[in-house]
C-alpha cells in the first residue's frame, strides 16, 4: 500500500508577521518536533514546490496577486490580523504549491493520502482579498487544480476551523462541481457561516454551514457529522476530499471557544477517511489552518496523521447537547430542499 505523504518545507518558517502574532513559525516548528521525536510509521515525508501564476490566477484576481507580490522583502499590515514579513509571499506561493502537489500525489496514485503541513494558513483569502492571517487560499487553489486538470469531476472540501471558511465560500459560491462544508463556532470571526448561506444559481445548496456556539464538545461536533455533513457528501459522490484542517476548536486554544479533545479530530478525520474510501478510492488530503496552542495543535495534526496510515480509528462520543442540536437543526432546514437525503 502507498505511503501517507507529508508536504513541508523548513522555509514556511520564515513567514514571521511578528513575535506576538499567533501565527507564528513556532507552530509549525512544534509539529514538526513531535513528528520527528515520535515518527508514524507508514509516512513518507516529501518537499513541496511553488504553486504555478496560472494556478493561483484560477482562484485569485491579478490584482490580489501584484498586491501581494509588492510587499516581498517587507514588513507590512495587509489589516489589524494580517502581517507579512520579507518572506511572507514567497512562504505563500510554496503553501499553495504544496496543498497542489498533494493533491497530484493522491489524484495520480503516488501517496495513499496526504497531509500539508504549511503556513500560512488560506481559508479566509477571498478571490480579491488576503485576510484573517490569509494570504492565498491554499485549498481552493488545489480544488480548482484538481477540477481542471486531474480529473476530479466534484470535490469535497470540508473546513473544521474554528472560524469559518469565508474565503473558500466565496471561491465557490456559484458552483456545484465543490461542495463547500464548515463546522465553526459562530457568531465569530469572520461574521459569516450563517446556516442560511447555501450558495447562489448552480451553488444553491452547494455551500453546507453549521455553525455551533462556544463551548460545542466532541459529541456535538459527530452529530453534524452524522446527521448533516455525510448524507450530503455520500450523495454528492465525490472525486476528492481535502480538509481545511484548522485545530483551534481545541480545548487548550488561546483564541477558540470549543472544547475539542484530539480524540475529535481523530474522530472527524476516521470519518472523511471511511467517506473517501467508499466514494473515491481513499483520495483524501488535509491541510493545515488554525491551531494557537502549540501542544494542542501538535498532538491532534499527530492524531490525524495516525488516522492517514491506518494506526488509529476513533469515534464520536454519544450525547450534544441541546444547543448543537438547535444548531443543527436550523442548518437541516435550510438545506433539506436542495438535498432530498435530509428527509
Known amino acids: 500500500m502507498n505511503p501517507t505523504l507529508l508536504l513541508t518545507d523548513p522555509f ?8 506576538e502574532h499567533p501565527e507564528r513559525p513556532a507552530r509549525l516548528a512544534r509539529i514538526l518536533e513531535l513528528l520527528e521525536q515520535e515518527p508514524v510509521a507508514g509516512t513518507r515525508w516529501e518537499p513541496p514546490r511553488p504553486a504555478t501564476e496560472e494556478e493561483i490566477l484560477a482562484v485569485h484576481t491579478p490584482r490580489l496577486l501584484e498586491s501581494l507580490r509588492r510587499l516581498r522583502g517587507q514588513h507590512a499590515e495587509i489589516d489589524g490580523d494580517t502581517l507579512v514579513s520579507p518572506d511572507s509571499y514567497d512562504a ?13 500525489e493522491v489524484m495520480e496514485g503516488r501517496a495513499r493520502n496526504a497531509f500539508a503541513l504549511v503556513r500560512p494558513p488560506g481559508h479566509h483569502a477571498e ?22 486538470r486531474l480529473g ?23 458552483r456545484r462541481d465543490v461542495l463547500f462544508q464548515s463546522i465553526h ?20 445548496g452547494y455551500s453546507v454551514n453549521c455553525g455551533l456556539p462556544a463551548g460545542s464538545t466532541d459529541a456535538d461536533h459527530g452529530a453534524v457529522f452524522q446527521q448533516l455533513f455525510l448524507p450530503i457528501a455520500e450523495a454528492f459522490r465525490p ?4 480538509v ?42 488535509l491541510v493545515l ?23 488509529r480509528r476513533a469515534d464520536f462520543p454519544e450525547g450534544p447537547s441541546p444547543q448543537a442540536l438547535a444548531a443543527l437543526k436550523r442548518s437541516h432546514d435550510a438545506l433539506r430542499i436542495f438535498w432530498p437525503v435530509l428527509g
Open 239 to 242: 472525486d476528492l476530499v481535502l
Open 152 to 174: 476530479a469531476e466534484r470535490v469535497l472540501v470540508l473546513d473544521w476551523d474554528v472560524h469559518h471558511g469565508n474565503g473558500t465560500q466565496a471561491c465557490f459560491w456559484g
Open 12 to 19: 514556511l518558517l520564515r513567514h514571521a508577521p511578528d513575535d
Open 289 to 311: 489552518e488554525g491551531g494557537y496552542s502549540l501542544e494542542g495543535l501538535s498532538s491532534s495534526v499527530r492524531a490525524c496523521v495516525e488516522v492517514l496510515t491506518g494506526a
Open 127 to 148: 478571490p480579491d482579498r488576503a485576510m484573517g492571517f490569509c494570504l492565498l487560499n491554499n485549498v481552493a487553489i488545489a480544488a480548482e487544480v484538481a477540477r481542471r
Open 92 to 104: 505563500a506561493v510554496l503553501a499553495a504549491g504544496a496543498t497542489v502537489r498533494a493533491v497530484e
Open 185 to 204: 463556532q459562530y457568531p465569530y470571526y469572520p461574521g459569516t457561516g450563517a446556516p442560511y448561506e447555501t450558495g447562489e444559481s448552480a451553488g444553491a
Open 244 to 285: 481545511s484542517a484548522g485545530f483551534d476548536g481545541h480545548r487548550q486554544d488561546p483564541i477558540g471557544g470549543m472544547t475539542l479533545t484530539e480524540e475529535a479530530y481523530a474522530a472527524m478525520c476516521t470519518a472523511l477517511m471511511d467517506l473517501s474510501e467508499r466514494m473515491c478510492g481513499g483520495r483524501l488530503v
